[in-house]
């Protein structure tokens, strides 16, 4: 009798590519795959699959990239998989009830935050821009509402003082694959129970908009860096500079006088002192616009930048 689990897989980004792999290299049963549709990509808008279904093209497994998630012919293909598990890694979009509802063991979901905080699309970037010093994985089972499901199991990992969003983003894929395989094997073996999370604790991860790199020199430097940190690679941590814009994407804090913040007050090959609401930034790596990522020195030997110029 075969005592795998029928599984079908539902992730988009490179996120999710690990736990697919994870499900397929322990010999799980993985009956189909959905994922978002192909986009336009790059400058020539070529469209170009996303990463999850890239990955699953070398395993012969079905793929559906359904235009919309309620659609009543795609929900029914999914039904007559007979799923009996549904496991979701960043897939992109709220499930209706109506998938919800199939699997007999519920559709667990791998989420990139200690729940219940940074419930949202953007958890990673949160956590590094609100200054917390560790994060981690939660699966969880869906269910209608914004992450707000039962937790299955939880994993923490420290945010270190170097991370960005992209740093952080790699270690916990890997991370969230081990996690989602020990989940399975949990239910399987009837030993997880499932625990409801404490909405009082909530908080929220909004996707990040462009204006959310918006620099504002009145904060302090460490929240500055924060935000270069969490913000990098998307959408940039960025200000204005002799009427341009500059993203920054490397930065240190320092101590330092108050000076009107924004003001460069110091240039020297470790790159440029700016000063902030409390403390001093020194940026070590930014882009000038249209021109490609450049250390501050380089910087400032193309650029005509002295003390007393004003960011923003």
Same mark, same amino acid.
């Given at each position: 009798?075969?005592?795998?689990?029928?599984?079908?897989?539902?992730?988009?980004?490179?996120?999710?590519?690990?736990?697919?792999?994870?499900?397929?290299?322990?010999?799980? =049963?993985?009956?189909?795959?959905? &994922?978002?549709?192909? %986009?336009?990509?790059?400058? /020539?808008?070529?469209?170009?699959?996303?990463?999850?279904?890239?990955?699953?093209?070398?395993?012969? $497994?079905?793929?559906?990239?359904?235009?919309?998630?309620?659609?009543?012919?795609?929900?029914?293909?999914?039904?007559?998989?007979?799923?009996?598990?549904?496991?979701?890694?960043?897939?992109? %979009?709220?499930?209706?009830?109506?998938?919800?509802?199939?699997?007999?063991?519920?559709?667990? #979901?791998?989420?990139?935050?200690?729940?219940?905080?940074?419930?949202?699309?953007?958890?990673? #970037?949160?956590?590094?821009? #609100?200054?917390? %010093?560790?994060?981690?994985?939660? &699966?969880?089972?869906?269910?209608?509402?914004?992450?707000?499901?039962?937790?299955?199991?939880?994993?923490?990992?420290?945010?270190?003082?170097?991370?960005?969003?992209?740093?952080?983003?790699?270690?916990?894929?890997?991370? /969230?694959?081990?996690?989602?395989?020990?989940?399975?094997?949990?239910?399987?073996?009837?030993?997880?129970?499932?625990?409801?999370?404490?909405?009082?604790?909530?908080?929220?991860?909004?996707?990040?908009?462009?204006?959310?790199?918006? $620099?504002?020199?009145?904060?302090?430097?460490?929240?500055?860096? #924060?935000?270069?940190?969490?913000?990098?690679?998307?959408?940039?941590?960025?200000?204005?500079?002799?009427?341009?814009?500059?993203?920054?994407?490397?930065?240190?804090?320092?101590?330092?006088?108050?000076?009107?913040?924004?003001?460069?007050?110091?240039?020297?090959?470790? /790159? $440029?002192?700016?000063?902030?609401?409390?403390?001093?930034?020194?940026?070590?790596?930014?882009?000038?616009?249209? %021109? =490609?990522?450049? &250390?501050?020195?380089?910087?400032?030997?193309?650029?005509?930048?002295?003390?007393?110029?004003?960011?923003?």
């Amino acid at each position: 009798m075969d005592k795998r689990l029928r599984i079908v897989f539902m992730g988009t980004p490179e996120f999710a590519v690990p736990s697919l792999r994870a499900l397929i290299g322990i010999g799980e =049963n993985v009956i189909a795959i959905v &994922t978002q549709p192909d %986009k336009p990509r790059g400058r /020539g808008k070529k469209l170009t699959p996303p990463p999850v279904r890239e990955a699953a093209l070398k395993h012969n $497994i079905p793929v559906f990239q359904p235009e919309k998630i309620k659609d009543e012919t795609f929900i029914t293909a999914i039904r007559n998989f007979s799923p009996d598990v549904i496991a979701v890694v960043a897939y992109g %979009k709220i499930l209706p009830k109506t998938i919800l509802d199939i699997p007999p063991k519920g559709c667990i #979901n791998v989420h990139a935050s200690l729940l219940p905080k940074y419930r949202g699309a953007a958890p990673i #970037n949160w956590a590094i821009i #609100n200054g917390e %010093k560790e994060t981690g994985i939660t &699966t969880m089972l869906l269910d209608e509402g914004m992450d707000t499901g039962d937790m299955l199991l939880t994993e923490k990992v420290e945010i270190r003082d170097d991370d960005t969003a992209s740093s952080l983003y790699d270690r916990l894929k890997y991370i /969230g694959a081990d996690l989602l395989i020990k989940t399975i094997k949990g239910i399987k073996s009837e030993t997880i129970r499932p625990i409801p999370q404490d909405d009082s604790q909530a908080t929220y991860a909004p996707m990040l908009k462009k204006e959310d790199g918006r $620099i504002d020199w009145t904060m302090k430097a460490e929240e500055i860096k #924060n935000l270069i940190r969490g913000s990098n690679p998307w959408p940039g941590a960025y200000t204005r500079w002799d009427g341009k814009q500059i993203k920054i994407f490397k930065a240190e804090v320092e101590a330092g006088v108050k000076e009107e913040p924004g003001t460069v007050i110091n240039i020297s090959t470790e /790159g $440029i002192f700016v000063a902030t609401g409390k403390g001093i930034l020194l940026i070590k790596e930014l882009q000038p616009e249209n %021109k =490609n990522r450049m &250390t501050a020195s380089e910087f400032i030997k193309g650029y005509r930048i002295v003390k007393g110029q004003i960011f923003d």
